[in-house]
Nanobody, 117 residues
Framework: QAQLVESGGGLVQPGGSLRLSCAASGIIFSFYAMGWYRQAPGNQRELVATVTSDSTLNYADFVKGRFTISRDNAKNTVYLQMDDLKPEDTAVYYC???????????WGQGTQVTVSS
């Protein structure tokens, strides 16, 4: 019933920028903490950034100063602005929605980000 749909991925050169979007439906969006995670081939899925219902932000150390997470409750959408991209940022980026204290949360299908010269 709940659905998360990521978009905005693509191929960029090192130092370039992308903005990812995640559109949610089937949930009361404002009640959920939202997050971005990524998974590179052969690696485990790792946290990139989260934003809570009260807009508290959290970032992985490897993206601090380069990435910005934000949410627009009126659009049921969470964004990830990615600047100064590096080849090691190459991964499938996944959106997550989690209501704190209940349930297991939801995942999108992912969007591919490739950083290469």
């Amino acid at each position: 019933q709940a659905q998360l749909v990521e978009s905005g991925g693509g191929l960029v050169q090192p130092g370039g920028s992308l903005r990812l979007s995640c559109a949610a439906s089937g949930i009361i969006f404002s009640f959920y903490a939202m997050g971005w995670y990524r998974q590179a081939p052969g690696n485990q899925r790792e946290l990139v950034a989260t934003v809570t219902s009260d807009s508290t932000l959290n970032y992985a150390d490897f993206v601090k100063g380069r990435f910005t997470i934000s949410r627009d409750n009126a659009k049921n959408t969470v964004y990830l602005q990615m600047d100064d991209l590096k080849p090691e940022d190459t991964a499938v980026y996944y959106c997550n929605a989690k209501r704190l204290g209940r349930g297991n949360g939801y995942w999108g299908q992912g969007t591919q980000v490739t950083v290469s010269s």
